[in-house]
């Protein structure tokens, strides 16, 4: 049979989706399906390293997978499911706890601005979590991983677990055939613009699902009006574009408008710069908006569709994790065999 190349993504349910998460990954997703086997997780694992409310987090799990569907995954083509119910993910990620090591642990910037000044209060969880993350992606021996820029560290983790992994375990892989290495090194897929987007109010920040400020944040359940409210409230400098992608450099916000831009109109910071340079923000920013919304509303209308439909919902999520389960367990009774689990 002909080698194809898996890839697998998640994204947490711990708040609304939003811009970031849809062009950091989501609409990257999509083109994956024509070329690899595409695995879809909504993380609820993950998403209880810091507390959710039961109810919140349930909504999310549906609005996530709903999400994914409306921007064009296909369930029967790729396996969507939501974390919990793979029981696998938990057990691989146990043995990858004890793979890594703390340092590598202590290293991740991420857990460092979560916990902030309150490490000792966080859960441990919080601390594994990027374990965990390398069990969901090495439990179905993934190839490739589509994210957005906050996650390459994580994936650089993952790497150094599959390679500890490999060398400690290698006489017991070798026994069972395995003549390489038994997970394979990932590759991060992320490039293209709009790969780190920015808050609307604050260029030095990432957009995420926990900002304070409602403005900061387009969410892809917002309506039209929101989406231009947001957009024309948005924090620029008083220059207009320059015709050049140099002429970004320095200017955070402007850079961050004309990278969603690029990302929602398929197209280049330098297409966009040729067609917009000179251009005042007065210009620019109802093009920006007229564009979201034309790319946004359609999307957020199937996502309300959806998450009204909780028989439908349910019946993809349980599928999703029996295609999900029926690739791992024959992964992890391997896996059993090779640390030496009696079974
Ligand atoms: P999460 O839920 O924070 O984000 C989900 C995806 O959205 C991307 N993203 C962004 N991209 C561009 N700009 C932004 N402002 C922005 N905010 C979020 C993220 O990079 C991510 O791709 N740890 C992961 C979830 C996870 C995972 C995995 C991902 C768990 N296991 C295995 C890949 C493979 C997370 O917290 O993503």
């Known amino acids: 049979m002909a080698f194809v190349p898996r890839v697998f993504s998640g994204i947490k349910p711990s708040g609304d989706l939003h811009l970031g998460n849809y062009l950091g990954a989501i609409k990257r997703f999509v083109p994956l399906q024509d070329t690899h086997q595409t695995i879809y997780c909504v993380v609820d694992m993950h998403a209880i390293t810091v507390w959710q ?192 992608a140099a002429g970004l450099e320095g200017r955070a916000e402007a850079e961050n408008l004309v990278g969603i831009y690029a990302a929602l109109a398929g197209t280049s910071v330098v297409d966009v710069l040729t067609e917009f340079g000179g251009a005042g923000w007065g210009r620019f920013k109802p093009a920006l908006s007229d564009l979201a919304v034309s790319v946004l509303a359609p999307i957020a209308g199937e996502m309300r569709r959806l998450v009204g439909d909780f028989t439908e919902m349910d019946r993809i999520l349980r599928d999703g994790a029996d295609r999900a389960r029926a690739i791992a367990q024959p992964h992890m009774d391997e896996i059993r065999k090779i640390v030496g689990f009696v079974r």
Request: proline share 5%; with cysteine.
């Open 53 to 244: 409310e039961p109810e919140d987090l349930r909504r999310w799990t549906y609005e996530i997978a709903a999400g994914y569907i409306a921007a064009g995954l296909d369930p029967t083509r790729s396996i969507i499911f939501n974390q919990s119910q793979v029981m696998e993910h938990a057990e691989l990620s146990w043995i990858f706890n004890c793979v890594a090591r703390m340092g590598w642990m202590e290293r991740m910037t991420q857990f460092k601005d979560k916990a902030g000044e309150n490490a000792e209060a966080v859960s441990l969880g919080l601390f594994a979590y990027p374990s965990l993350m390398a069990a969901d992606i090495l439990l179905y021996k993934s190839t490739g991983v589509p994210v957005g820029d906050d996650q390459k560290q994580h994936l650089e983790l993952t790497r150094d677990i599959a390679k500890k992994f490999n060398h400690d375990f290698r006489r017991q892989t070798k026994a069972l055939g395995y003549e390489a290495d038994y997970f394979p090194i990932t590759e991060t897929l992320a490039t293209g613009p709009a790969m780190r987007v920015k808050s609307l109010k604050d260029g030095a920040r990432k957009m995420s699902k926990s900002d304070a400020s409602d403005l900061s944040t387009i969410y892809m359940m917002d309506d039209a009006d929101a989406i231009a409210k947001k957009i024309k409230r948005a924090t620029t400098d008083p220059e207009p574009l320059p015709s050049e």
